[in-house]
């Protein structure tokens, strides 16, 4: 209905919209009240005046008033005329401000996030159809707190046979990602009496700050021209590291250094948390076996599909040595996955659906080449880096412009993290100005104009 105004001794937009004019004045008088438009005591104007100004008939604007009478919005005395009631009206709540939230833009580059529309929901949907009607009814009770026996078997043969982990199924905890195993971890090495973990020089904030709570102190590893040296952790009691493919570096632990690392443990009986963060994407390279493959008795080998299927399915795994299992065990207090995503990943690796799964987003995630071309034509100046394996990469920024081309994006339209973002608080001798790209992010509809903000954006 179209918009009518009535002058009453106060300015009042009223809209007598609804099923019907009765109903829509009522209803637009009382929200006039409890909205504070009408204050308490208000005389209001008399039933002819006010059809009148809206074009209505006297009775409707009367059944109205009488409506509101009875509901005690309104009072009416002889001589006096309809008032507004004096009550106690409740304050509307002020409406929050609005906030424009990294979600808000329209391209996003943000690292360690997959392609969310290439999730294979039929294909998930036929593997989970198919482990219900196989599961066993012990499957719904309680069960063994380190998961499903079948989704155990399921990953000790594609960790054995893709990442060359010497995985027990025995010695498998099934966790809800690698947030919730690091959790878990930290908890353990605490109780057991560790005080520091070392860490990569850059890494995610909200790993460090997990294991704090834990009760844990972390300590950056020194960093150098070929990368995280990790044989020499000092006295720290365990060392966290991302061997296959540093996040957000780039690039692969150097041979001799995974080498040096386990000789620590050994000699240290210190532990070493393995992140295979991107380890089953690689483009330019042969494929880098998993760190626990040198010692299974000092490394604790953590991964998850978050990546491969999507982070949503908190599905992770560890493979944890016999002599720390009972331990991580108790401390995980039981099963935290539902059995039904367990038996649906355990039928997705049997089948090879997992496999085809993984093939076809390495695949899809060569537009790392078009982000790699776009970049030559479009910013020559800018060197990429760590490309060979995982789903981001490192664009080489000149000195002191990391901040100006993060807020140059933002008007863009583009969300980028800067990669002081990810440096650790304890390191003096930080990496220059750089840019990390999740290139895997953004849906095939938006790449191209994700790429053409990030040109726009850089200097």
Not at 171 to 194: M, N
Not at 306 to 318: D, F, H, N, T, V
Request: glycine share 12%; aromatic share 6%.
């Amino acid at each position: 209905m179209a918009e009518r105004w009535a002058t009453f001794g106060i300015d009042l937009h009223l809209d007598p919209s609804g099923p019907g004019l009765r109903r829509g004045l009522t209803d637009a008088l009382r929200e006039a009240v409890r909205g504070g438009r009408l204050a308490p005591g208000t005389r209001l104007p008399s039933s002819r005046s006010l059809a009148a100004d809206l074009g209505i008939a006297r009775n409707t604007v009367a059944d109205a008033y009488a409506d509101l009478i009875a509901e005690g919005w309104l009072t009416a005395r002889q001589g006096s005329g309809t008032r507004v009631a004096e009550r106690a009206v409740p304050a509307r709540p002020a409406a929050p401000t609005p906030r424009r939230t990294p979600g808000a833009l329209p391209y996003s580059l943000m690292p360690g996030i997959p392609d969310l529309a290439s999730f294979p929901r039929a294909a998930w949907l036929r593997a989970t159809r198919r482990a219900l009607a196989a599961a066993p009814h012990d499957a719904f009770g309680y069960g063994d707190p380190r998961g499903r026996p079948e989704l155990r078997e399921a990953l000790a043969g594609y960790l054995s046979r893709v990442r060359g982990v010497r995985a027990d199924p025995e010695h498998i905890v099934v966790c809800s990602g690698f947030a919730h195993g690091l959790q878990l971890l930290s908890g353990v090495l605490r109780a057991r009496g560790a005080r520091t973990l070392a860490v990569e020089s850059y890494g995610l904030d909200v790993h460090w700050d997990l294991v704090h709570r834990a009760g844990l102190a972390t300590v950056p590893l020194a960093r150098d021209a070929l990368g995280t040296r990790a044989d020499d952790p000092g006295d720290a009691d365990a060392v966290l590291l991302n061997p296959a493919h540093q996040f957000p570096l780039g690039g692969a632990l150097r041979p001799e250094r995974r080498a040096a690392v386990v000789e620590w443990a050994r000699r240290t009986g210190g532990l070493i948390l393995e992140d295979d963060y991107d380890g089953e994407f690689r483009y330019d390279r042969q494929p880098v076996g998993a760190l626990q493959d040198l010692d299974p008795g000092r490394v604790v080998h953590l991964g998850t599909a978050s990546k491969a299927l999507a982070p949503g399915l908190r599905l992770g795994w560890m493979v944890v040595p016999p002599w720390l299992l009972p331990d991580v065990v108790d401390h995980g207090g039981g099963m935290t996955v539902g059995v039904v995503d367990q038996l649906a990943l355990a039928e997705f690796l049997a089948s090879g659906a997992y496999d085809r799964q993984v093939r076809a987003a390495r695949l899809r995630y060569r537009r790392r080449d078009a982000l790699v071309r776009a970049l030559a034509d479009g910013a020559p100046h800018v060197r990429v880096t760590g490309i060979a394996a995982g789903l981001h990469a490192v664009l080489e920024l000149p000195p002191g412009t990391e901040q100006s081309v993060q807020r140059s994006a933002t008007w863009q339209g583009l969300l980028v993290k800067g990669l002081g973002h990810f440096r650790h608080p304890g390191v003096t001798d930080p990496v220059g100005d750089a840019l990390v790209v999740g290139y895997a992010t953004p849906p095939d509809h938006a790449w191209t104009g994700t790429l053409d903000a990030l040109l726009r954006a850089l200097p």
